[in-house]
């Protein structure tokens, strides 16, 4: 039933782009499992990422397969008014809110070599809100409280599909908001559902570079604290080129999710996604394809999906602008259970500490593997490595910079205990940690339990 059910929103979903369709709001809307778009959630299916593509919505029959009945906020006749009359809309019949309760219990190796437990209970409480608002246009919204940082808007964000009629269908969609930019699926938290372990890539930050100079001489860093993978502010255009190609070009802050720029310039980006084989991005399949069966409930795949992104930007630093730029490629495989992929992203930043035109590199390979053992049984492995090249006629006379290369696996499973309650176990173990060996501390490590809930 379930495998029927997945085979008949696949051929209905046609995809453009969209927020993340990944929260329990659509088990009611739609009255079907989790599983129908999740694999261990919220790690996405191909169905659930086309579904998410499309702004939460199966296009052909839509209709047929949700199972809430929205208000409408106008007459129907009011379309052919227009623009004498307001165009119609319409709302979701309940309200399409969900939370997100994750508790955490982790072992870290500190720097005097001692191991620490600590539990965070909770570790973090989301608000996750999504809901299609008419035909053409979606919400999202996340909203997470943590005992650090408090309460932070993640993502909020509203996506205008067909915002030019007259080209085909799905060739040109509009997001503005605060979202996550997604440069690799590969990277993404909606897909790689292993824990809670970014790359290293997504956490790079210059900021991070901690500078020494002699006897007396206090530490100093960077103030450029951008990394690519934060949340920003963010005008973006997307679509689909066919049935497989996927293109975004945006506008964005840089500065993360600030009230205001920190400078008079804006960030630029691309990125471009092919997907060979299996599901296709707009949320076909070809003729005489389809599902793979055998899979237990779970909607499997046979595809290559090859992206690549390129990022332009200029933060301030000690007055003036230090100009940034990263390029990524990555690969990924889906094989049945197999989902597999790895990819380079490089680096440059001109003037990270504001005092001249001292370039500062960097570049980072990563890979990742999951294998779904059983439908409920997810183990998975990430490895990455992490190499900062700072030139010695790029620092100040007398001053050095505290090597930060650093190699790591990230082991991990993930226990579905229900659908929607989730068991991770993921550790993080460093072969190379440069920080540490030079200021002669311990080699970092962390094991983490995770007990993630949804509802």
Not at 86 to 107: H, K, M, T, Y
Not at 187 to 198: F, I, L, N, W, Y
Not at 268 to 275: A, E, P, S, T, V
Request: charged share 20%.
């Amino acid at each position: 039933m379930l495998l029927t059910l997945a085979a008949l929103l696949a051929r209905t979903a046609a995809a453009t782009d969209g927020p993340e369709g990944r929260i329990p709001a659509f088990a009611r809307k739609y009255r079907t499992s989790c599983s129908t778009c999740h694999t261990a959630a919220p790690k996405l299916n191909v169905l659930g990422e086309a579904f998410q593509l499309n702004g939460y919505r199966f296009p052909e029959n839509d209709l047929l397969l949700r199972k809430d009945q929205p208000v409408p906020l106008g007459a129907e006749p009011w379309r052919d008014l227009w623009p004498r009359a307001v165009w119609p809309g319409e709302v979701s019949g309940f309200a399409p809110l969900a939370l997100r309760i994750q508790n955490d219990a982790g072992a870290m190796h500190r720097p005097d070599g001692a191991t620490r437990w600590s539990y965070r209970f909770p570790n973090e409480v989301g608000l996750l809100a999504g809901s299609a608002l008419g035909e053409t246009i979606a919400a999202f919204l996340e909203a997470d409280w943590n005992p650090t940082d408090g309460l932070e808007v993640e993502q909020a964000k509203l996506a205008f599909q067909d915002v030019l009629p007259w080209l085909p269908s799905r060739l040109a969609n509009l997001w503005v908001g605060v979202q996550r930019l997604r440069l690799f699926t590969l990277g993404d938290p909606v897909v790689d559902g292993a824990g809670r372990a970014e790359f290293l890539w997504q956490t790079f930050r210059v900021a991070d570079l901690e500078l020494r100079g002699g006897v007396g001489v206090p530490p100093s860093q960077s103030e450029n604290a951008f990394r690519l993978g934060q949340p920003q502010p963010t005008i973006e255009l997307n679509g689909l080129v066919g049935p497989r190609l996927y293109y975004a070009i945006g506008l964005s802050q840089g500065a993360g999710p600030l009230v205001d720029d920190n400078n008079a310039r804006k960030d630029l980006y691309y990125k471009l996604r092919y997907k060979l084989g299996g599901l296709r991005l707009d949320g076909t399949y070809a003729p005489g394809g389809g599902p793979l069966t055998g899979s237990y409930g779970q909607l499997l795949d046979r595809a290559l999906i090859v992206e690549h992104f390129g990022y332009f930007g200029s933060e301030p630093t000690n007055g003036v602008e230090d100009a940034h730029r990263s390029f990524g490629l990555n690969a990924r495989v889906l094989w049945g259970p197999i989902d597999l992929g790895g990819g380079y992203v490089w680096g440059r930043h001109e003037n990270p500490w504001g005092s001249g035109p001292r370039p500062v590199r960097y570049g980072s390979a990563f890979g990742k593997a999951e294998y779904l053992v059983f439908p409920w049984f997810i183990a998975a492995l990430k490895a990455d490595e992490l190499h900062v090249s700072v030139p010695s006629q790029a620092l100040p006379p007398g001053v050095t910079s505290v090597p930060a290369d650093q190699t790591r696996l990230i082991p991990g499973v993930v226990l579905l205990i229900r659908q929607n309650i989730r068991g991770v176990l993921e550790a993080e173990l460093f072969a190379r940690h440069a920080p540490s060996r030079a200021l002669a501390q311990a080699t970092p490590g962390n094991l983490w339990i995770r007990l993630d809930v949804a509802f």
